[in-house]
């Protein structure tokens, strides 16, 4: 099982802030992965990245960005946060074996904008 | 347009019976399948996969069921106990590209 990590677990913050939500993982995956999930709905991909310096938009519109500088850490930044962006942010790494993948997620950032 | 469907959002067994999962899906180039577990408050943890080359998968008490020609996979945990109450969710996906998740079924189970 994948070590991967997220802080902070919970934030509440004002409208217009910028704020980053950081990921790590120990277990040297290449690729990782960004959803955002509201209560009841499907995980949406916001994010993704393939290796160091590849980052690519999912499907799900997002004023985030974000950045791959080192393989263990990919951080979600939004410029200004917007109450629309209250949810629950979702990293995830991922290893292939046989060809099949498995993706292995980190706890969770709720993010409350006021 | 949603590959993944979970048509029942809640689930209710009572503790030592078979719980049955289901999940259905609209894209014939799916060939892996998972079933992750999510409790309040915290990520979704990898529960069991299958390729589609096989019908089923057992791990414990967990067993996964694949049925390619009508698109459908279930998820049968037996016996069921009260920790295993939370939020199941199956995904789906293929070589080079991204997993689809349905909308999850939250499995409540009664002692």
């Known amino acids: 099982e994948a070590d991967i990590y997220q802080t902070p677990r919970y934030l509440v913050i004002g409208t217009g802030k910028k704020i980053t939500l950081e990921c790590s993982q120990t277990m040297g995956h290449d690729k990782m992965y960004w959803y955002q999930q509201d209560p009841g709905m499907e995980l949406h991909l916001i994010h993704y990245s393939y290796g160091v310096n590849s980052t690519e938009k999912g499907d799900l519109s997002s004023e985030s960005t974000v950045s791959r500088i080192r393989t263990e850490h990919f951080p979600l930044t939004l410029e200004s946060a917007r109450p629309s962006h209250t949810s629950q942010y979702l990293c995830a790494s991922s290893e292939t074996g046989a060809g099949q993948e498995t993706q292995y997620f980190g706890p969770g950032t709720r993010l409350l904008v006021l | 347009d949603q590959q993944v469907k979970q048509n029942s959002p809640s689930l209710s067994v009572q503790e030592g019976r078979i719980s049955i999962l289901n999940c259905d899906y609209t894209n014939s180039m799916f060939d892996y399948f998972l079933w992750y577990k999510k409790y309040p408050a915290e990520g979704p943890t990898f529960l069991i996969s299958?390729?589609?080359?096989?019908d089923k998968n057992e791990d414990g008490r967990f067993t996964v069921f694949l049925n390619k020609s009508a698109k459908h996979l279930s998820l049968h945990i037996v016996p069921s106990q009260p920790g295993d109450s939370a939020v199941y969710f199956c995904a789906a996906n293929f070589v080079g590209n991204q997993f689809y998740f349905g909308t999850g079924t939250s499995l409540t189970v009664i002692p």
């Open positions: 299958i390729s589609s080359i096989k």
